[in-house]
């Protein structure tokens, strides 16, 4: 049974590019969460979905960022014009609430390098 | 919003010796997670806890809800060398809250000398 798998591991892009992390949950996973992590410090909750619902997104900056957990495919964070202070790793965890499931389960990350 | 509150922040001790953290809210979970996590990897799952007053181990790791649903703790039993890492606390409110996000301490850096 494939754990969450996050691609790429490791993603570079210029200033102002657009950075695109894609994240599948665990198989029978409905609840996908976002978070983002600086180093030598804690994971900051961004954004939680569910299929084709963004639940809540209280964590996640008005601009520039999105998130998408579509019918099909992998859910996808999305940064638009990406700045030196966007660089961190960013973890995608699953869960399964619905079938009474409470632990969530990490991915090995990306990690964004802004240059 | 929420906050979880982890201490102690980082500790060093010997290989063999007892470990002990723990983890406060200002709100009431009705879940609480404990994860470890490595340099370069993602958080691990080490232990769920569902109830208040809730005790349960995982090989040398121990973790208890607390009565008040405002903290955790967790135990690590005669350390050894690959403990080392940060432990993070995780709580959500859980299916009775229809609150399904997990809000994550501040982390616990060990550092384990042989």
């Known amino acids: 049974n494939a754990g969450v798998m996050q691609n790429p591991r490791h993603l570079v892009r210029r200033r102002g590019q657009e950075a695109r992390l894609r994240c599948s949950p665990m198989k029978g996973h409905s609840h996908v969460y976002w978070y983002r992590q600086l180093p030598e410090e804690g994971l900051k909750f961004m954004v939680y979905?569910?299929?084709?619902?963004?639940?809540?997104e209280s964590g996640m900056p008005k601009e520039r960022f999105s998130a998408e957990f579509p019918k099909e495919g992998p859910s996808i964070l999305r940064i638009q014009q990406v700045v030196r202070g966007d660089s961190a790793a960013y973890f995608c965890?699953?869960?399964?609430?619905?079938?009474?499931?409470?632990?969530?389960?990490f991915g090995q990350g990306t990690r964004l390098t802004v240059v | 919003g929420q906050q979880l509150n982890q201490s102690p922040q980082s500790m060093f001790i010997q290989e063999g010796e007892d470990v002990s953290m723990n983890c406060t809210s200002s709100?009431?979970?009705?879940?609480w997670l404990w994860y470890k996590q490595d340099p370069g990897e993602g958080p691990v799952l080490l232990i769920a806890l569902y109830k208040a007053g809730e005790l349960t181990s995982n090989g040398r790791l121990t973790a208890q809800f607390g009565i008040t649903r405002k903290d955790s703790f967790l135990n690590i039993s005669a350390s050894i060398p690959s403990d080392v890492g940060i432990y993070f606390c995780a709580g959500s409110g859980g299916i009775n809250s229809g609150t399904y996000k997990y809000i994550f301490g501040t982390g616990t850096r060990l550092k384990v000398l042989a």
């Open positions: 965890a699953s869960s399964n609430w619905d079938k009474g499931g409470a632990e969530a389960f």
């Open positions: 979905l569910q299929k084709e619902n963004i639940i809540d």
């Open positions: 709100s009431i979970f009705n879940t």
